[in-house]
């Protein structure tokens, strides 16, 4: 499966960044966000790609769900696709903008792939193992290398977002002891905790599942953790009253080590 989503992957990339060096028009959905033909044209690659290979699978994808269509998951395995996660980086010009596919079970991100075309970077897991990939200039792998996530060192690194950092973020920060942040856009933020390049990502305010199912996966099987304010790992498949709008994520942290996460669950009173 991670084969197939690194082959859609990389031809969305290709198109994206088309789109991305000849410049296109930006408009804007009913929530308010931004969406560029690079968001369309990538969600129309990666659709092509799972329907040949996965006909039966549904499939959430962003873009299809802003234009009304939302096929039947319940008791259903399905993917999530995010086409152009970062779409306010693409249109401000900054290169952390990625690609996003994942695959859910049970509620539970099992393998996902998160390609940053214009960094020339992709992240892929699946139960247990996770790998950086490096991607040349004719948007093909060069180099696999294993990643895992970092034991929490004695000064925490935290990862925020660029667009969406809030005062509740601040607060987990001053809560936590944590003076050293990052500000980072897209689902980038996941993955370079799996890579151990950071130890946490707090994220208060609404996300949706297409925002952060993919590098889920990759930092769940690099060792790391997603959990909600109750310490209970997020879930995915959110719908019919599950959320305050199908698909969204409450607040949630992710962690780079899991004896953290633990920690976190114990403070709050649950039982590990």
């Known amino acids: 499966m991670l084969a197939i989503f690194e082959k859609a992957a990389l031809e969305a990339g290709r198109t994206i960044i088309a789109i991305f060096e000849e410049g296109c028009a930006v408009a804007t959905k009913a929530d308010s966000s931004p969406v560029t033909r690079a968001d369309e044209e990538a969600e129309r690659i990666i659709l092509a790609h799972l329907a040949r290979s996965y006909p039966d699978i549904p499939v959430i994808a962003e873009e299809s769900v802003a234009a009304g269509h939302v096929p039947d998951i319940e008791g259903k395995a399905f993917f999530l696709v995010d086409p152009l996660d970062g779409t306010r980086e693409f249109v401000d010009r900054r290169r952390e903008f990625t690609v996003n596919i994942a695959y859910v079970e049970h509620g539970v991100p099992l393998a996902g792939i998160v390609y940053a075309p214009a960094l020339g970077i ?6 247990g193992h996770a790998e950086k990939l490096l991607v040349g200039a004719d948007f093909t792998v060069t180099e696999r290398i294993a990643i895992t996530v970092r034991a929490p060192p004695a000064k ?3 990862l925020a977002s ?3 950092k809030s005062p509740a973020t601040d607060s987990f920060l001053i809560e936590q002891a944590i003076s050293q942040c990052t500000n980072i856009g897209s689902s980038l933020k996941f993955c370079l905790l799996a890579e151990g390049k950071a130890d946490v990502y707090p994220r208060f305010g609404r996300t949706m599942e297409w925002d952060t199912a993919a590098g889920d996966a990759v930092l769940r099987a690099a ?3 997603t959990v909600t304010m109750d310490g209970l790992p997020l879930t995915y498949g ?11 994520n409450p607040d949630f942290i992710s962690w780079g080590g899991k004896e953290t996460a633990l920690q976190m669950r114990m403070a709050s009173g649950e039982n590990p």
């Open 156 to 158: 925490r690194h935290a």
């Open 238 to 248: 959110k719908t019919g009253g599950k959320a305050d709008f199908d698909f969204a």
């Open 162 to 164: 660029r667009s969406h």
């Open 122 to 127: 992709a992240f892929a897991g699946k139960a």
């Open 223 to 225: 060792g790391g953790t």
